[in-house]
């Protein structure tokens, strides 16, 4: 970690939504997040049964945090695309290169570093709950089984900064039972989107300590879990369970996924 970036007694970063580094950070695009949207859905419903449900779970208004599960590759894409509202998913930067970086940027999309503290990535993130708009968080921080087991204090973290209510996401069907992390379903299968109620954490001044965030983000996983037995009734589906084998000659991100995150 940097010298910029330590914290003292437990406290963490001193960011907020009146942070004068939080106005100046890049406002992210939405014009053609907004404007590929119907195009996007249609050509995603015509691929794949996807079901969304809870929608009106997403508050229609103001700053909205999605905190959602991640086990595949089409995770991301859907939750820009599906959700009720747009959102400005916080995406690993390692996506960033070559055109579908531009592309990425272009969208709206908020580039993270995922092995450090990326203030950056925070800043630009309250900036969009600053505008009042939506910011979709993987706290696992990496594709896996999508059980949540192991969560990162980044969606609690900025519930607590902006205010925001945080809304859970289970994400069901996205990969199929061992397949790789890069994998996409079969045309024609069955995906569901749920929504969970919304979760209302108090809105704390700095500095806010590592026993607070991890409290709060305590509460985020419980709130997802309850989301996921619901999804889970509701549908008839089940998580897939643990990722398989890299496909030859592909990357994994199974090492890093060992890395502890410090954000």
């Known amino acids: ?11 963490q970063p001193r960011t907020a939504t009146t942070d004068p580094a939080v106005s100046a950070a890049r406002a992210s695009r939405t014009a053609m997040l907004t404007g590929l949207r119907p195009a996007a859905r249609t050509l995603v419903h015509r691929r794949w049964q996807v079901e969304v449900h809870g929608a009106d ?17 089409l995770d991301g894409p859907l939750l820009a695309i599906v959700s009720p509202r747009p959102a400005h998913v ?18 709206g999309q908020i580039p993270l570093d995922r092995w450090q503290v990326d203030l950056g990535a925070v800043r630009q993130a309250l900036r ?14 990496a594709r896996g089984d999508g059980s949540m087991r192991l969560h990162r204090p980044g969606a609690a973290y900025l519930a607590l900064v902006s205010g925001a209510p945080v809304v859970p996401v289970v994400f069901l069907g996205t990969r199929l039972p ?22 209302h954490l108090p809105r704390l001044p700095w500095p806010r300590t590592h026993d607070e965030v991890t409290r709060a983000s305590a509460q985020v996983r419980e709130a997802f879990v309850t989301t996921l037995h619901s999804a889970e009734a509701a549908t008839g589906m089940t998580l897939p369970g ?19 995150m410090r954000t």
């Open 90 to 107: 916080l995406t690993k930067h390692e996506m960033y290169a070559g055109p579908m970086g531009a592309f990425l940027h272009a969208a």
């Open 57 to 73: 779970h997403v508050p229609a208004h103001g700053p909205v945090v999605l905190a959602a599960n991640h086990v595949g590759w």
């Open 242 to 260: 643990p990722l398989g084998p890299a496909r030859t000659g592909t990357k994994t991100s199974t090492t890093k996924r060992t890395k502890k």
């Open 128 to 141: 969009v709950l600053e505008e009042g708009r939506v910011v979709g968080v993987f706290p696992e921080g």
């Open 1 to 11: 970690m940097t010298p910029a970036l330590r914290v003292r007694a437990g406290e």
């Open 178 to 199: 061992g397949a790789p992390d890069d994998s996409v379903p079969p045309a024609g299968s069955r995906i569901a989107v749920t929504y969970g109620e919304p979760l």
